[in-house]
């Protein structure tokens, strides 16, 4: 029985490995093919990696863990997902794209902040380099997290030993293959993520009886785990919508958009992108739900509500499928882990090393250094995850609200508005990211509760930094020639 998994999971381990063989003898030669693929993903490829990127351990793990505990009212969650990805889709891909092209070919977003600026005392791309490494460095733990528990739930090894084996393949795959390996890898592993999520919920609402009897078992357990208004309040309804707003500040995400090939494929991937997330989020909360249903009627004890994926994947399916949805989470793991890795050794390699420690440095010692970066931070976020309690939903959140509220309104700024200013740029990042930071460790409550459990900390971070850019160019511009006619000339591009 536990061979037939065994199997599924190591031809999947191979798969990763022959894509990042391929990606290295097709393109990472040069600091641009290593770090951005030469910026010729086709739209299929785009979408899949930003989605799969995008939708970590928390999808197939995190997410069916929340509906499992609180039901309907974790749908929200969802929903602002849905937006958020869609309006960046719209606002910030297809002008991302042509700017960072325009502004000196940057091929990182702290790149692309100095040059839209013309920041030439570099101050604003190492702070946003710092922020990238930080928040990166603890989202890329949450990923080891969800590895190590995989492991354990589903095999009965140690969780330390899953923390190593899922680092281990990301880490070998992105180390040689560099950008293109981990896009190529991201597109098999969302199609099988999207198969996971559609074969796992259908096959267990057949099990509890259909549809109605599902709604039905609900009810029955608990009616208040069907009403999605339960024990909400417009704030809380507010929080968890506002995830969406992570999505304009995600620097593994947006990576993506300068990557395409042309501006002209955005809509492609856009229509892509939004169906397979659409198809993909409902397939997590619904077998989050089902699950429900389902361990009430067996009798079945889940310990960790984060796992019900796995449990249910090990009991309904013969050893060979169940490898094959093991494989999906370890899809949506290390896809993620892999874009994370990359990003942050790329702030490391470009943004550090050759801007402090070797100006002159050639393509090769760029892409050697950012391997050696590949692993250290690979080293670190297996450091950070040693603890098995920690709650993948929790840190990704964390992470999520960090990126959003420093980057966020940064990004759509920068690209809409002639007169933001470097030093309006610079002081949003901050503000931005210790407003998060302080909402979250701050010993203050309210009535007894946290503030990040009165409001997600993304929307005070969020309007902080929105609110700072805005004022600070405001007391701080200047015009400058140079600036507004790269600005000019994209604007007209998009008209």
Not at 55 to 77: H, K, T
Not at 346 to 356: G, M
Request: hydrophobic fraction near 50%; charge should be neutral; aromatic fraction near 12%.
């Amino acid at each position: 029985m536990e061979f037939g998994r065994y199997i599924s999971l190591a031809i999947y381990f191979v798969l990763m490995i022959l894509i990042g063989v391929y990606a290295y003898r097709k393109s990472a030669k040069d600091i641009s093919g290593y770090m951005l693929g030469g910026r010729n993903l086709s739209p299929s490829v785009t979408a899949l990696s930003a989605g799969a990127s995008d939708m970590s351990g928390w999808m197939l793990m995190g997410l069916p863990g929340a509906m499992f505990i609180s039901g309907m009212n974790s749908v929200w969650v969802g929903i602002g997902l849905l937006i958020g990805a869609l309006l960046n889709y719209i606002i910030v891909a297809p002008r991302l794209r042509t700017y960072t092209e325009l502004a000196n070919d940057a091929i990182t977003l702290p790149d692309y902040f100095e040059n839209r600026f013309n920041n030439n005392s570099h101050i604003l791309r190492v702070v946003a380099s710092v922020v990238i490494i930080v928040f990166f460095t603890v989202y890329t733990s949450s990923g080891v997290v969800a590895g190590g528990k995989l492991f354990e739930s589903a095999f009965g090894l140690s969780y330390e030993l899953g923390l190593y084996i899922t680092a281990g393949v990301v880490v070998t795959y992105t180390l040689f293959g560099g950008f293109l390996a981990v896009s190529l890898t991201d597109f098999v592993q969302g199609c099988i993520m999207f198969l996971a999520l559609i074969l796992v919920p259908v096959v267990v609402v057949l099990e509890v009886g259909g549809i109605n009897e599902l709604q039905q078992s609900v009810t029955a357990i608990d009616p208040n785990l069907v009403n999605m208004f339960h024990n909400v309040t417009l704030i809380s309804i507010i929080s968890a919508m506002a995830w969406g707003l992570g999505y304009f500040g995600q620097p593994h995400i947006i990576v993506r958009f300068m990557a395409i090939r042309s501006v002209k494929d955005i809509p492609t991937a856009r229509n892509i992108g939004m169906s397979w997330m659409f198809v993909s989020i409902c397939g997590a909360m619904a077998t989050g739900f089902a699950g429900i249903a389902y361990a009430s009627s067996r009798g079945l004890v889940v310990e960790d509500p984060e796992t019900i994926f796995i449990v249910l994947s090990q009991l309904l399916f013969n050893p060979l499928i169940a490898g094959f949805l093991l494989a999906a989470i370890l899809a949506a793991i290390m896809s993620t882990i892999s874009s994370q890795l990359l990003v942050t050794s790329s702030s490391l390699t470009n943004d550090f090393y050759q801007l402090f420690c070797n100006k002159s440095a050639t393509d090769k010692q760029l892409v050697f250094i950012g391997r050696v970066s590949v692993c250290c931070v690979a080293v670190l976020a297996i450091f950070l995850a040693r603890d098995p309690n920690s709650s993948i939903l929790d840190i990704v959140s964390n992470a999520w609200a960090g990126f959003g509220a420093a980057f966020g309104p940064v990004v759509i700024l920068s690209l809409y508005w002639k007169k933001m200013t470097k030093n309006g740029a610079l002081a949003g990042i901050i503000s931005g990211a210790l407003t998060v930071l302080l909402w979250i460790y701050l010993p203050i409550t309210i009535n007894g509760a946290s503030l990040s459990s009165v409001i997600y900390e993304i929307v005070p971070g969020f309007i902080i930094c929105l609110l700072t850019v805005y004022v600070v160019s405001l007391v701080t511009y200047k015009p400058s020639t140079e600036i507004e006619n790269v600005f000019d000339k994209m604007q007209e591009i998009h008209q």
